[in-house]
């Protein structure tokens, strides 16, 4: 969850993110409530409100992730640490089948499940908007042939 983060930083942050979620890739446009900061290590755990440390995220994912740096995966109750949009790549860790996102590895496992990703509620979110042409966006089509 974010502190205060100036506001010229904030706009910083949001245009590296071309304004999706750097976990579900939903753009803000998209979204009831504005996106947030999230600080990638919360601050509770010594993260610092620097632009290295710093995420957008949509509130669900945001509200989902909290402080936590990971989780222990299903398949071997191994610690994983999240997806960190700052040092991996998102096709890496997930891909896309229509609305859903898949995880490919452990991280995005845990990722996924902890943030919720594909919950019922998501997914309906997701379907909506990808039946109006706008899931993936044009911005996370760009991400992904990075």
Known sequence: MSAHVPAALRQRVWERASGLCEYCLLHERDDWLAFQID???????????????????????????????????????VLMPFFNP?????????????????????????????????SPKRLVKR??????????SIEALALMRE
């Open 39 to 77: 600080h990638l290590i919360s601050r509770k755990h010594g993260g610092r409100t620097a632009y290295s440390n710093l995420a957008l995220a949509c509130s669900d994912c945001n509200l989902a992730k909290g402080p936590d740096l990971g989780s222990l995966t299903r398949r071997s109750g």
């Open 86 to 118: 700052r040092k991996d790549r998102w096709t890496d860790h997930f891909r896309l089948n229509g609305h859903r996102i898949m995880p490919l590895t452990d991280t995005g496992e845990v990722t996924c499940r902890i943030m919720g990703l594909n």
């Open 127 to 136: 379907q909506v908007i990808s039946m109006a042409g706008r899931y993936p």
